[in-house]
């Protein structure tokens, strides 16, 4: 990850992203985005806490070993996952809702870290009351998303919106990159990232 001691703020930032329903907006907008870089875009010049990625797994077993193989490459960028079955459609669409485990995450996070913002690549409404909650704390929230799939409850709620479509070459029409030839003998680690599940915290 870039770092750029000279520019770095007090702020500490910790990101949330849904994978899938992500790259399906950007796909929609005819875009396809560097998720390494734009962690590092969306964190650069503040304190980096953590970045989740939330990623569904295919529920057929070539796609899902693709996937699998996406997995490993973006936790050797240093993301941390958390996986489950995906869902098929009768449409042949891949449904995958992280919903619940990405809220109480935030929530479990921010009670034990207090950041000072927290950036939820998403477009969900369902995530509205929970940056309500967020700005209760006094935690900045910012919500990164394609115009297009973000909904405008949840871009109304937050302190700043960022359009995933508009933030230039440093971070578009990339592929996942390859991890560094140095983590070729990986390191002992679970297959899925997966936190106890914890009650929400307390208004």
Same mark, same amino acid.
């Given at each position: 990850?870039?770092? /750029? +001691?000279?520019?770095?703020?007090?702020?500490?930032?910790?990101?949330?992203?849904?994978?899938?329903?992500?790259?399906?907006?950007?796909?929609?907008?005819?875009?396809?985005?560097?998720?390494?870089?734009?962690?590092?875009?969306?964190?650069?010049?503040?304190?980096?806490?953590?970045?989740?990625?939330?990623?569904?797994?295919?529920?057929?077993?070539?796609?899902?070993?693709?996937?699998?193989?996406?997995? =490993?490459?973006?936790?050797?960028?240093?993301?941390?996952?958390?996986?489950?079955?995906?869902?098929?459609?009768?449409?042949?669409? /891949?449904?995958?809702?992280?919903?619940? =485990?990405?809220?109480?995450?935030?929530?479990?996070?921010?009670?034990?870290?207090?950041?000072?913002?927290? /950036?939820?690549?998403?477009?969900?409404?369902?995530?509205?009351?929970?940056?309500?909650?967020?700005?209760?704390?006094?935690?900045?929230?910012?919500? #990164?998303?394609?115009? #297009?799939? /973000?909904?405008?409850?949840?871009?109304?709620?937050?302190?700043?919106?960022?359009?995933?479509?508009?933030?230039?070459?440093?971070?578009?029409?990339?592929?996942?990159?390859?991890?560094?030839? #140095?983590?070729?003998? +990986?390191?002992?680690? +679970?297959?899925?990232?997966?936190?106890?599940? #914890?009650?929400?915290?307390?208004?």
């Amino acid at each position: 990850m870039r770092t /750029v +001691p000279d520019t770095l703020t007090h702020e500490r930032v910790a990101i949330f992203a849904d994978y899938r329903s992500t790259l399906d907006a950007l796909r929609r907008a005819g875009r396809q985005i560097d998720l390494a870089a734009l962690r590092d875009y969306l964190a650069e010049g503040r304190h980096l806490i953590e970045a989740f990625l939330y990623i569904g797994i295919h529920p057929l077993p070539e796609q899902a070993q693709a996937d699998r193989a996406i997995v =490993e490459r973006l936790r050797q960028h240093g993301f941390l996952i958390r996986t489950k079955p995906a869902q098929l459609l009768p449409t042949g669409q /891949v449904h995958c809702a992280f919903d619940l =485990e990405l809220a109480l995450d935030v929530q479990e996070f921010a009670a034990r870290t207090r950041p000072d913002i927290v /950036v939820l690549v998403t477009g969900s409404g369902d995530f509205a009351p929970l940056a309500q909650r967020l700005r209760l704390q006094g935690i900045r929230v910012e919500v #990164a998303s394609a115009p #297009a799939g /973000v909904a405008p409850a949840l871009q109304a709620m937050a302190n700043g919106f960022i359009d995933l479509t508009q933030i230039g070459a440093a971070v578009d029409n990339l592929p996942v990159p390859e991890p560094p030839l #140095a983590a070729e003998v +990986p390191l002992p680690e +679970p297959d899925d990232f997966e936190l106890e599940e #914890a009650a929400p915290v307390p208004a």
